[in-house]
């Protein structure tokens, strides 16, 4: 087995739980990876030193029984995800963020994870993901886990025509419009007055952004239709969103999203469930009178 480790730069390490993690990786014998940015955190946060045949630049190398594990926040694991060497792979966050929705672990108990990863005795759920194509430059990342979105660059508003297979819903004008999978439900989507949705839900959310019309509201399609958005900005600048990702669209772009082939195998470490977490981390139905 190989523990693929990632984590940036940003991320605001905690030096005990590094130690504890290679302590543990070491104890264990398990091999293990770990990204250039995240073996450079660590040297210098705990002096241990790291092989250079163990540093990846760019994407890793996998094998059977592999598992990638992300040490930051949700952020941290999204680009986690976009390293992924195959679908197979499982990933596992460790939370040491913010919120953390994503990252299910919150570090208190990295040695015990580990020793879990290592016997195999880890939940995982299956995510769907998005696929993007068309009028954008996005082939080395055309995958999506929360969502895509397209909005507006500047001040002007932008129109978004959007079809589900052939069929036009509407056009929405405003600042554009989001296309979330159950995943993503709890993050961009949900910001734009989106449905919470259970991510084991075999569908897609569209929620516009600020529309300049009061009858436009969230809708929820399902998930084995292709979507297609065309957009007309006026001249002004448009963005497309993908997870943390940002590229830059032009006036009359088609762009295409679907679901992709390729889940993502995520593990649920506590065995919580969506609505465990909902509660704690959402403060879900907490009533403070």
Known sequence: ???????RKQVNHRTEQ??????????LGVDYSINEDFAAVVEQLTHVRVRPE??????????D????????????????VQLLPSSSVPVVGI??????????????????????????????????MLRISGDVDCRESPLALNEVAVHRGGATMISVETYVDDNCIATYHGDGLVVSTPTGSTAYSLSAGGPVVDP????????????HNLTMRPVVVP???????????????????????????????????????EPLILATPHNNTFYDTLREKMMWGVDNR
């Not at 087995?1 to 984590?7: A, R």
């Not at 029984?65 to 986690?80: I, P, R, S, W």
């Not at 084991?200 to 529309?211: D, E, Q």
């Not at 084995?224 to 940002?246: F, H, K, Y």
């Open 54 to 63: 163990r540093v990846y630049r760019e994407r890793p190398s996998a094998s």
């Open 200 to 211: 084991m839900c075999n569908c897609l959310i569209l929620s516009p952004l600020a529309p």
């Open 223 to 261: 998930n084995n239709i292709t979507i297609t958005l065309r957009l007309v900005s006026r001249g002004s600048d448009v963005l497309l969103s993908a997870d943390n990702r940002t590229y830059r669209i032009k006036d009359g772009a088609t762009i295409r999203i679907e679901r992709a082939e």
């Open 18 to 27: 590094i130690v504890e993690m290679f302590q543990t990786i070491e104890k």
């Open 1 to 7: 087995m190989n523990i693929i480790l990632f984590s």
């Open 65 to 80: 029984n592999d598992v990638m594990v992300a040490y930051g926040g949700d952020g941290t694991l999204l680009e986690a």
């Open 95 to 128: 939370n040491c963020g913010r919120l953390g929705y994503l990252t299910a672990d919150n570090g208190n108990g990295i040695a015990e994870l580990l020793e879990r990863i290592a016997r195999g005795n880890i939940s995982y759920q299956r995510r769907d």
